[in-house]
């Protein structure tokens, strides 16, 4: 029985995300497009003080953007928002594949390369101009600035 509810765990533990069920309700919980696609009527047209067209027209225009906007979006998404959603799926699998088996391992071996150049030049510093600059310091070392104030 204890075998059972830790392999049943175990299934559950290891459940394949792309399968994982989404939120159809809050479809941006990252709010990615917080501040960038919430475009309103009264966003986009506004009518000054003393400058009104009748009630009804201002109704009529109000539920035509709206909705208008509204079927737009869906129809839109409806046409083109898979094969997109594979152009962005294979794009950014292009760019995830490049990254695993392309850019870490030449950084890796560049770093290891630099490695050794690290320690040749290392060595030359430490070789050639350690005694150079320890010398320069010793004859520097006994030089005496005086200020005096000549009136």
Aim: some cysteine.
């Amino acid at each position: 029985m204890a075998e059972e509810q830790t392999e049943l765990e175990e299934r559950i533990i290891i459940k394949d995300q792309h399968t994982k069920e989404i939120d159809l309700v809050n479809r941006d919980p990252k709010h990615i497009n917080e501040d960038v696609v919430k475009v309103d009527f009264e966003d986009v047209i506004a009518e000054p003080v003393g400058t009104y067209s009748f009630d009804g027209v201002w109704k009529t225009s109000y539920t035509t953007f709206t909705v208008s906007k509204y079927w737009c979006y869906r129809l839109l998404s409806a046409i083109l928002g898979i094969p997109l959603a594979v152009v962005w799926g294979f794009l950014f699998a292009l760019i995830s594949f490049c990254h695993i088996w392309a850019v870490v391992p030449c950084i890796k071996s560049y770093l290891i390369e630099i490695q050794c150049v690290s320690r040749i030049y290392s060595l030359c510093i430490h070789t050639f101009c350690d005694p150079f600059f320890e010398a320069l310091s010793k004859i520097c070392s006994n030089v005496r600035v005086a200020l005096r104030k000549e009136i």
